[in-house]
């Protein structure tokens, strides 16, 4: 970078971009991330630099610059809050490990996630395309274009604690078949085609009872009706007090069952009935495999000619994630959990840190994205519509977590898979987030340490994927890629870390947080405030 870039990249930090700005619809992506380790607690931010650091100025010249009502100002705004988490502005030069990071490697998944941001309003359509014109080869370039494209806010939770749980996954490989028989007998389903949607957000409150229509894969509220007119034609009774009505995306998974609107079927139920209305991808030979493939949300199978079938998330029954927890002699889960309505956030546990016991799945537990599982005590043949058991009755697979995944077949025979937000991950560079408070797309750096050897793990991430494993204010999944170390890495990588998340300046984001007169040690909760910090339909939608 010459002297004159250089003053003009300190200049844009120090002053802000000086552009007018332009509103649009809120941006929809997300990026939030983090890198996990060992035993050691990552370097920390100090709370003083963080607080006293204040956002560049941003130009407020024209109405066409004013914020929507109740929204905060990315650039202008010294902190805001969610539901979820409070963003505290702070300067880049305190973010622990940002000078030294080599932005270059971070470069292509960032470019890669401005092909979904450039449809996401003016804002991140200008930052993509002055994206374009940086040196890709430059890092003290793309040092600054981040700096004088964005703002950096610290992510804390919502009791105002800047630590939080960075864990690790991997795309695994396991062997299968394109045609049952044994051993493969454990189908891999795509999404099934009987398989309904409701936008919770339009459900009458309540438990009642409400007639309802299909239209395609659409449920809709019937209103001005009641139980009598049941019987007309194509209408169905949709049962409320059954309903799970805080899914990030706000959508309701459902089936018909006679004239009844029922939640779609349970682990259980797709084990011991079938699913005749989903394609079957491939068959596995070990039910635990899957589950661990499930849960990663991606997956090589292997056939017996060499041959790779790449397969990638496609949907889920929309039941809530309640894997079974291995327990310690004394009795209590070894993975310290907190459940927050359907969704079940994995806690910090200091006495987790044992690489000793990283998992497998020939071992007696599994340890998946962070969770220490516990291996079903016993595993039979499931139901495969049209197909005999090939052994045994039928028991299932004994895995009670209620939630399923459902695949798609991937096209891409290289890179990395397909994350939740549509583009291919970047090993070592894209991490799984939680979209409510990080959302998808965005830039997110990263401290905490790595595992094995402890060291400090620090860097900037995007945001590209998502998990129903993965919730938490201050919560990552740094993705390793696939292979035996990826695995091993992946498995043993549960840490304490810190994330700041890369914000452009002039977006809208969340309410401000002084809107709420509800406050925990200072700041402020509460159900008036947003659930997401930038709402997407595909990803996180507020009410």
Known sequence: MTTSQSQQHQARRTRGPGRPLRWSALATAAAMAALAGCTTPPPAATETAAAAAAPAPVSTDTAASRP???????????????????????????????????????????????????????????????????????????????????????????????????????????????????????????????????????????????????????????????????????????????????????????????????????????????????????????????????????????????????????????????????????GKPRSAVKVRGSSIELQLDDGDDDDSDIGSVADGTIRTRGFTLARPVTSGAVVVPGRRPAAGAVTGSGIKDPSYVFFKESTSPVGGPVGAFGVPLSAGRSIAV????????????????????????????????????????????????????????????KERGQLWILLPRGLAVAQAAVSSTIRTRGGPVGANLPQCLVPSEDSCVDD
């Open 434 to 493: 939680d979209p409510r408070s990080t959302p998808l797309g965005y830039p997110v750096f990263v401290s905490t340490r790595t595992p094995g050897s402890g060291a400090p793990m620090q860097r900037l991430t995007i945001a590209q994927d998502t998990g129903g494993a993965i919730r938490g204010a201050v919560r990552a999944d740094y993705f390793f890629g696939n292979g035996q170390q990826a695995a091993t890495n992946a498995r043993r990588m």
């Open 68 to 330: 929507p009502p109740g929204a905060s100002l990315a650039g202008q705004a010294r902190t805001f809050s969610t539901q979820l988490a409070t963003y505290t502005s702070v300067s880049f030069d305190s973010v622990p490990g940002w000078s030294r990071d080599d932005f270059s490697e971070s470069w292509p998944a960032f470019l890669g996630s401005c092909k979904v941001l450039n449809g996401r309003g003016a804002e991140w359509k200008s930052v993509c395309d002055r994206a374009q014109k940086v040196d890709s080869k430059n890092n003290n370039a793309i040092r600054g274009f981040f700096e004088g494209e964005f703002s950096a806010y610290q992510i804390r939770d919502d009791d105002r604690r800047p630590d939080g749980v960075v864990t690790g996954y991997f795309e695994p490989e396991i062997p299968g078949a394109r045609q049952y028989g044994a051993p493969f007998i454990y189908p891999v389903y795509g999404q099934p085609e009987d398989m309904l949607f409701a936008d919770a957000r339009k459900l009458p409150p309540g438990n009642g009872t409400v007639a309802a229509r299909v239209q395609g894969r659409k449920v809709v509220v019937q209103t001005g009706l009641s139980t009598r007119d049941m019987g007309a034609p194509g209408l169905y009774a949709l049962d409320l007090s059954g309903i799970a009505r805080d899914t990030l995306d706000r959508k309701v998974r459902l089936r018909i069952e006679g004239k009844q609107l029922l939640p779609y079927y349970t682990r259980e139920e797709i084990e011991t009935k079938g699913a005749p209305n989903a394609k079957v991808l491939a068959f596995v030979s070990s039910a635990t495999a899957l589950y661990e493939m499930q849960i990663q949300g991606s997956g090589r199978i292997r056939m017996a000619n060499g041959d790779i079938v790449r397969v990638a998330y496609a949907e889920q029954n929309g039941q809530p994630f309640r894997p079974t927890l291995a327990r310690a002699a004394n």
